[in-house]
Nanobody, 121 residues
């Protein structure tokens, strides 16, 4: 049974930092790209970062480039999203998803339950 479980969300002031974790089980990270997505109220789910261990690549949406860093611990099947210099507009529920990098969200095969990130001004 495949599971993705996010953790690490919370309330932080603007300019602060958080690290999100995605624990994967039932899949091999080499078989799936892992993306971090976010969805704010009334907005569509958007991908902000993606990790492809097969290609050895990481990538970021323009809105987070230079502030967010995606990484992995392959032994423990963990994928992290280090978020620095957070802005109010980063407020959203953050999800990890297993699927092709930058493909539409419906092409992701598996999702976690999400973790709330709230950035206050």
């Amino acid at each position: 049974q495949v599971q993705l479980v996010e953790s690490g969300g919370g309330l932080v002031q603007s300019g602060g930092s958080l690290t999100l974790s995605c624990a994967a089980s039932g899949i091999t990270l080499l078989d799936y790209d892992i993306g971090w997505f976010r969805q704010a109220p009334g907005k569509e789910r958007e991908e902000v970062s993606c990790l492809s261990l097969r290609d050895g690549t990481t990538d970021y949406a323009g809105s987070v480039k230079g502030r967010f860093t995606i990484s992995s611990d392959n032994t423990n099947k963990m994928v992290y999203l280090q978020m620095n210099n957070l802005k109010v507009e980063d407020t959203a529920v953050y999800y990890c998803g297993a699927g092709p990098c930058w493909a539409p969200p419906y092409e992701n095969d598996y999702w976690g339950q999400g973790t709330q990130v709230t950035v206050s001004s």
